[in-house]
């Protein structure tokens, strides 16, 4: 049994993300696996409502070649369309898995494992029985969401934690969280430390002078968005700027207030050029919100920092509020743009204080490996 549905929460796209890493290092290390990788859907209703230009799902289509961000010639990639919001179309849900089981089925995907990260893949689950792995890296069920989506996201979560023969935990929040009615494996995420070291010259849309770099997605439920804006005013007052690298899903209003306040948003880049921003800030940034749906995080980005030895100043998140790092600078919100700013511009020469500790993603791939052979095995003693 060589064959994996991946459900994701993200698309395989040039931002390269946890599930790219892990996929990509499977499929290095076994090249007779064949994977179908479910992006997100397209849903062109609510682009427009955002001014954003509607477009259907790409649908069913050979995955990049390696050289181009792809994984081998077993990858395969879905982009469904999601035509109707869920409140008007009751049965979206399992048309959109029904869509999923017949993309696998024509590529001769008799019985798969399936790995689960969006919690939708339940309805997959559901449909199928496929052995399966739910790979938990965000706590939606604690993210703030409207009454009916969270009461959905509940019901998918608990089938989950119930019926997948594996659970994968990306955090120790949620080893707690998640662990204290079932078992589950701790795959923390990682960083490819051989890129990230390697010297890369100043990106053109990095600003002149000193900069502050938050590399991630400008998401609110991440984010802390006044706070980035007190530190730009802050930092304007010395010549500086915030300098926010990776996809922003902002609606216009958030965006206008972030760039009136003087914060360059350089949006999502290419996965080979994410290192020249980290390398010659002068400090990194993590101006996130304190929340439990944040506790639940292992952000990727700290792995990422870790590798180009920046100084950096974050708040008070899972993940560094533990670390007896000298580079790191933990400030609540009230102290945050200060510490920012008592850092720049820095002194210290890429790659300054980088050590060999940093995690690599070969040995998280290591770890999901074993997670998949023991699914098949538990597959094979069923069959």
Known sequence: ???????????????????????????????????LFVEPSAD??????????????????????????????GLWLLQPTKWLPRRVDRRADVRWARRIVAAASHLGFSRPLLWVNDPSGAEVLDLTG?????????????ADRPPAEHERLVRLDTTLLQRCEEVVVCSPGLVTSKGRERDVTLVPNAVDVAS?????????DLPEGPTAVYLGTVHRDRMDLALCIRTARELAATGARLVLVGPTPLDATDRAALEEAGIVLVGAVHRDLVPGYLQHADVLVVPHRVTPFTDSLDPIKL?????????????????VRDRTDPRVVVADSETFPSE??????????FPDGTGDDVPRWQDRVHLMAGVLDRLRAQARLRA
Do not use: C, F
Request: glycine share 10%; hydrophobic share 35%.
């Open 303 to 319: 792995y990422e920092y870790r590798a180009v030895g920046r100084p950096v100043v974050a708040t008070p998140v899972a993940g």
């Open 340 to 349: 920012v700013a008592a850092r720049l511009p820095s002194t210290s020469v």
């Open 44 to 73: 062109p209703i609510h682009a427009a409502s955002r001014g954003a230009r509607p477009r259907r799902g790409r649908g069913l289509r050979p995955g990049p070649p390696s050289e181009d961000g792809g994984a081998g010639d």
């Open 130 to 142: 496929w052995p399966a792995v739910y790979d938990i890296t965000d706590d939606w069920i604690l």
């Open 1 to 35: 049994m060589k064959d994996l549905v991946v459900i994701s929460l993200e698309p395989w796209d040039e931002v390269w993300r946890r599930n790219q890493h892990l996929v990509a290092g499977l499929m290095s290390r076994d090249p007779g696996l064949r994977v």
């Open 196 to 204: 990230y070291r390697l010297p890369r010259p100043r990106p053109d």
